[in-house]
């Protein structure tokens, strides 16, 4: 994404068919924050020289991207909780196929546990 404000501020807070992509991807959903916020900063910055209809011709453009790392923010959660429930069940699987085992392992978990929290 183009962070730089050399010349026109409005061309520079548009965003072209790959920004979106990549903002929607979620892999790089931190980087794409980090330019919201120049992006915001410059506004900021340079808001006193532009007139009502740039600065909402900006605000628009930056509220657009924000929905965009928004929706992109919230498919990496559900993507997280789908893992999360994948790997809850795989645990139930373990411990109705090998109890002794799992009742082993909690033990011991638990017995390091109780030495952590002794010191």
Known sequence: METNYPGDL??????????LSG???????????ADLKKDLDALLAKASTLTDRELRDAR???LSRFGTMRVAAQDMAG???????????????YV????????????GIGLVLGAITRR
């Open 23 to 33: 903002a929607t991807s979620g892999g790089n959903l931190r980087g794409d924050l």
């Open 10 to 19: 409005s061309s520079a807070l548009e965003m072209d068919a790959d920004d």
């Open 79 to 93: 993507q997280a909780q789908e893992q999360l429930n994948r790997g809850v069940d795989m645990t139930s699987e």
């Open 60 to 62: 628009d453009r930056l």
């Open 96 to 107: 109705k196929e090998r109890p002794m085992q799992a009742l082993a392992i909690a033990a």
